[in-house]
């Protein structure tokens, strides 16, 4: 079946480590995003990526990083300098963002606990 | 740039009633509309969108969403809410360009009582 798998579903990290959430997709989507979840708060564009090795800055990227070497990959690394990591995290796909009829499809979240 | 209200942070609704859920976006063409529906510690599943032609679209799980361009607003209902509907939605709008991710509203908390 095709999809969006985040891995791992629950992750604990001590304060002042970096962290990496991955993303991988097999729907041959061009463009994929993060997007982090705080209660209240709706979903927040961390960082999107509409083709292999090239990305943008999201609404709240400070602190964190991301990499697209690869169509299917597009994990996310919370560093050090992010203030406030502890969250639910989301990512996405689309087929393509020139296309004007496409909807996002989601995995099921990471939660990042930071003690 | 476009932008999504959700003016109901949490309702409550008897099972067996009927549901309406409100979203006001703000946008300056046609918008993209769609309605996600999230169960607790789950990813997003889509149930509708709207992008043009007849402005009353079917969604799964015999949701409905009107779009009323006059009104700003693309309102998620259904007739008779079960146990099972209980959980987040969001509202969304996407760009003509599709250049531009969804902006998602803040969501609405359902509950349902028996």
């Known amino acids: 079946d095709g999809g969006i798998t985040q891995s791992p579903k629950y992750l604990f990290r001590k304060e002042g480590q970096n962290v990496t959430l991955s993303c991988e997709q097999n729907?041959?989507?061009?463009?994929m995003y993060w997007y982090r979840q705080d209660p209240g708060q709706g979903l927040r564009l961390i960082y999107y990526?509409?083709?292999?090795?090239?990305?943008q800055k999201g609404d709240i990227a400070e602190g964190y990083s991301v990499s697209r070497e690869k169509k299917e990959s597009f994990p996310l690394t919370v560093t050090s300098a992010q203030k406030n990591p502890t969250a639910f995290y989301l990512c996405?796909?689309?087929?393509?963002?020139?296309?004007?009829?496409?909807?996002?499809?989601f995995g099921q979240g990471t939660r990042l606990t930071v003690v | 740039a476009q932008s999504v209200t959700q003016p109901d942070i949490h309702i409550t609704v008897s099972e067996g009633a009927s549901l309406e859920l409100r979203c006001n976006y703000s946008?300056?063409?046609?918008?993209?509309l769609f309605w996600y529906v999230q169960s607790p510690g789950q990813g997003l599943q889509l149930l509708l969108k709207?992008?043009?032609?007849?402005?009353l679209v079917q969604g799964i799980k015999g949701f409905e969403a009107e779009f009323k361009r006059s009104q700003s607003s693309f309102n998620l209902r259904k007739p008779s809410v079960h146990w099972s509907d209980a959980a987040e939605y969001f509202c969304?709008?996407?760009?003509?360009?599709?250049?531009?991710?969804?902006?998602f509203g803040k969501g609405t908390r359902l509950s349902v009582i028996a």
């Open positions: 996405a796909s689309s087929i393509s963002p020139r296309q004007v009829d496409t909807e996002a499809f």
């Open positions: 729907l041959n989507h061009d463009a």
């Open positions: 990526s509409q083709i292999v090795n090239d990305f």
């Open positions: 946008y300056g063409a046609t918008p993209y």
């Open positions: 709207y992008f043009s032609g007849d402005t």
């Open positions: 969304a709008v996407g760009t003509y360009s599709g250049n531009t991710p969804l902006v």
